[in-house]
């Protein structure tokens, strides 16, 4: 098997087994496209925590342990974390190891690496070009058996659910702002995102991605009530106007009342 990164304070550090999902941008993809995915992270998921997607703590964040690691081909450097995927496993191909008549939804959370030292068909999972879902062991267990390790799956993209709104964590320094937006349904995904400073003029400030899900803003923002518009990769649009209040502090999360459809 390959290994899902997990980033914790900064560091990535590599962890066992695989995964992987797929990062287009349109929710109704036309059929059903096969892929394979294996699992990691332990029977109660605790060793997924983290991840190169950067949302830390997946219990606390509310994705629990229906996610999955990407590899290569379907992570897109970032660009797919939070998005959802409806997995299958394929008793047509394999009747052996697959559970009939039930699928699960994953969020993508991580990403899982190549692995050139392995071929891609034994071992090397999530090696270009192949789409591969390292999966949290919980959500793999509802579609595959244990012993089998690996499994032929069909997936698609599907729209996210979640409850309540979208959340904003506030990380970096002076001078430096990072924010990782979560809790975001429909595409999942975020393209782009914009910030607006109390004593900035009204004007709105593209921030940039820095890695996985976190957006980032070089300035001093410190003591300043912030507004964020996010675009998520389906197009939708929404302003969340002065959700940071003016004495935030690193370190801080904020919830909205506001939640893509």
């Known amino acids: 098997m ?3 990164y997990v980033r914790t304070g900064g560091v990535l550090a590599l962890i066992c087994c695989v995964l992987a999902i ?6 109704e993809p036309s059929g059903w496209v096969r892929a394979h995915a294996t699992f990691y992270g332990g029977s109660d998921a605790s060793g997924t925590m983290g991840g ?13 342990t229906r996610t999955a690691a990407l590899s290569t081909a379907l992570f897109s450097d970032g660009a797919s974390c939070g998005q959802c995927y409806k997995l299958v496993c394929d008793r047509k191909t394999d009747k052996t190891w697959c559970k009939p008549g039930v699928s699960v939804t994953v969020t993508a959370t991580n990403f899982c690496p190549p692995n050139w030292d392995l071929p891609s068909d034994n071992g090397g999972w999530c090696n270009p070009p192949r ?5 949290a062991q919980p959500a793999w267990e509802k579609i595959g058996v244990y012993r089998g390790g690996i499994i032929p799956v069909i997936y698609q993209r599907v729209p996210c659910v979640k409850k309540g709104g979208v959340r904003f964590t506030i990380s970096g320094h002076d001078y430096f702002l990072l924010v990782l937006p ?7 995904s975020v393209r782009a995102m914009d910030i607006m400073a109390s004593k900035s003029g009204e004007d709105w400030m593209s921030m940039t991605r820095n890695w996985g899900a976190n957006w980032q803003r070089g300035g001093y923002l410190n003591g300043q009530t912030l507004s964020f518009r996010l675009t998520i990769t389906d197009g939708q649009t929404i302003v969340f106007s002065n959700i940071v209040r003016s004495s935030w ?3 801080q999360t904020f919830a909205s009342n506001l939640q893509f459809k």
């Open 182 to 188: 979560t809790n975001v349904a429909a595409a999942g």
């Open 22 to 27: 797929f990062g287009a941008d349109a929710l």
């Open 131 to 135: 789409p591969h879902f390292d999966m």
């Open 2 to 4: 390959g290994g899902a």
């Open 249 to 251: 502090t690193f370190g």
């Open 52 to 64: 190169a997607c950067g949302y830390g703590n997946l219990y606390a964040q509310g994705y629990g």
